[in-house]
């Protein structure tokens, strides 16, 4: 059986690269570490680090087992802090995950924002998880609530989910730019242009989607940069270093560099769900729920 001690260990020493550092870090001695870790591998068959007298570097093997390993020490972060709250009765507090577009449009401090005002004492631990992750947090229940940009499969047995919002993409490009001066901006005329790509969603294949997109409207973007999130393609293009496609809630106020156009034969959106496990553990949960669904926004949702 794998000993999260012994695996918080190997993390630790996996980043370091250097067990005296890691010891230093976990405020224990270097050998009983370095004994943690040869256990470790003893037990597994495996071996995670290539040794020198200067470093340890991960194996190939041990770079796989370090990404699992991460992934399994969340989960029991997780489940640790469920189990936490339900021994503090009915109340508790929330688990929610999101996607940054759940920041970004504003559904989530609205929401949190009411949140605290109806119940201030109450305790929220937010986790910023790709859709995936935050359907396998509500089955296991250690979330409560998941905002993602798409809802779980409809056939699903465990989980069902609500739209909160529709968030259309316009056109950002730079003040300078001689498109920028054009009221009626075609598909042609953005075809071969450079492009920054918002890869915002949480969604692996969200590039992929992106340019699909664009190409079903008649255009083929030349993709120079790839930005994490909507603000940060919004301050690249202010540079000059591209075009963008930024969801409206994004562009409301006056973003000095950039100019922005509608484009109405692009039909693409931002799209906001709400999913939640079908069976209610607790009041708390359905009531936060309700707020959420409550503030969702006012374009038409998704279909």
């Known amino acids: 059986m794998l000993d999260l001690r012994q695996l918080r260990y190997f993390v630790a020493v996996a980043e370091a690269e250097h067990v005296g ?12 570490l370095s004994r943690q870790i040869a256990q470790l591998e003893k037990n597994l068959g495996l071996t995670l680090f290539e040794r020198s007298q200067q470093r340890i570097r991960l194996t190939a093997d041990g770079r ?10 969340r989960h029991a972060d997780r489940l640790e802090n ?3 709250r339900l021994g503090r009765g009915e109340e508790g507090g929330l688990c929610i995950g999101y996607v940054s577009d759940a920041m970004h449009t504003g559904v989530l401090p609205a929401a949190l924002r009411t949140l605290q005002g109806e119940r201030p004492g109450i305790h929220v631990a937010l986790y910023s998880l790709d859709p995936e992750e935050q359907f396998v947090g509500l089955r296991q229940r250690s979330l409560d609530i998941a905002l993602v940009p ?10 069902t989910a609500a739209p909160l919002l529709e968030d259309p993409l316009l056109l950002a490009l730079p003040a300078g730019h001689p498109l920028a001066d054009r009221e009626d901006i075609t598909a042609r005329d953005l075809d071969g242009q450079p492009w920054i790509a918002v890869e915002g969603s949480g ?17 083929t973007p030349d993709i120079r940069l790839s930005a994490p999130e909507p603000l940060t393609a919004l301050g690249l293009v202010a540079s000059g270093l591209g075009l963008a496609l930024v969801q409206r809630s994004m562009v409301r106020g006056a973003t000095e560099g950039v100019t922005v156009r509608e484009l109405p034969w692009h039909r693409g959106s931002v799209h906001l769900w709400a999913a ?9 949960v359905a009531s936060f729920r309700t707020t959420v669904l409550d503030g969702r926004g006012p374009a038409s949702p998704a279909g």
């Open 21 to 32: 550092r890691a010891a230093e870090e976990l405020h224990i001695s270097q050998s009983p």
């Open 64 to 73: 796989v087992f370090l990404s699992e390993t991460r992934a399994l020490l």
């Open 82 to 84: 469920l189990g936490r």
């Open 150 to 159: 798409r809802p779980p499969a409809e056939e699903d047995p465990d989980l």
């Open 203 to 219: 969604e692996p294949a969200a590039r992929d989607g992106f340019v699909a997109d664009c190409v079903a409207s008649g255009f």
């Open 276 to 284: 939640w496990h079908r069976v209610d553990l607790r009041p708390v």
